[in-house]
């Protein structure tokens, strides 16, 4: 893979052999409140939609008072450090990607899927520059190519898949690539001419074409891929059945029946969270079979 060396200080380039270590290291009425003591840690990835700082406090105040606990959001860079994290019992919980929940499917249990636009599912794109005239992926062929995180589903896996079925790879098809850790960096990558094309999350696209329209406006989705389960909120599986995960659960469930609850939902641009079925993620854990195989 040549990898170019990105002016911007948010985007950090990788070499092949430190991609694939990254990925093995890993890719109704509401419920009553639960009588549990103790902080709570509570990990986010770049997952998480917006940083802003009104918007943690909400949900860290909203989980708070549902829970009668303190409660504490830990958002790290990366998504191998939050899963490490969770992983180690330093979490309770944590919003995660699909692709680290897939490869740690033994030892993670599902709580909590976000429902967007009615569904517990969500796409990847493929996008490309407003002056690019790529209509197909096989258009970007000999590119530049924005990834957002060796272990993230819909900003890697999923090209990562696409190519492997092509009997190719990310060195074979693309002139470069390199990661940004962040699906709206990604956007900002290709909307300034810095990538040619990008891999990101459909959900975060979207968002983002009605809250940053602007820079969304000069990039164009090239592809769309199938639906996967979106980026869960998991716990170990020893701490599935107790208290504190139970808790965690209950106060998402609720939070379309709780004004501050509402709001948050609004800004992420969410419905809620339904309990979710593993079997959401069975194809990201083909995909990754076969990126697997390939390697």
Not at 139 to 147: E, I, K, M, N, P
Not at 169 to 187: K, Q, W
Request: with cysteine.
């Amino acid at each position: 893979m040549r990898v170019s060396a990105p002016p911007y200080p948010y985007v950090m380039s990788v070499s092949r052999r430190q991609l694939l270590a990254g990925a093995a290291a890993l890719c109704l009425a509401p419920p009553p409140v639960l009588a549990v003591t103790g902080e709570v840690r509570f990990g986010l990835t770049p997952v998480f939609l917006d940083s802003d700082i009104q918007l943690l406090a909400a949900l860290e105040r909203y989980l708070s008072e549902r829970m009668q606990r303190p409660v504490t959001l830990i958002k790290k860079r990366t998504y191998q450090e939050i899963t490490s994290m969770l992983l180690s019992g330093q979490l309770d919980a944590a919003w995660i990607c699909g692709f680290p929940y897939i490869q740690y499917r033994d030892r993670l249990a599902l709580l909590a899927v976000p429902l967007y636009n009615g569904r517990p599912e969500y796409q990847s794109y493929v996008i490309a520059g407003e002056r690019s005239a790529a209509t197909a992926f096989e258009d970007l062929r000999g590119t530049s190519h924005a990834f957002s995180d060796p272990n993230s589903n819909s900003g890697f896996l999923v090209t990562r898949a696409l190519l492997a079925r092509m009997d190719e790879t990310p060195e074979t098809f693309f002139s470069s690539t390199f990661f940004t850790y962040g699906h709206r960096n990604v956007i900002r990558a290709v909307s300034s001419g810095l990538a040619l094309c990008g891999s990101v999350d459909g959900y975060v696209w979207d968002v983002m074409d009605s809250t940053e329209h602007d820079m969304v406006a000069r990039t164009h989705v090239v592809r769309k891929s199938d639906w996967y389960g979106f980026p869960p909120i998991a716990c170990t599986r020893g701490a599935r059945g107790g208290a504190t995960a139970r808790a965690i659960a209950a106060a998402l469930f609720a939070m379309p029946e709780d004004p501050v609850g509402r709001d948050i939902l609004a800004t992420l641009h969410l419905d809620g969270f339904a309990p979710g079925d593993d079997t959401l993620f069975d194809g990201i854990a083909r995909n990754y079979a076969l990126v697997r195989a390939q390697s």
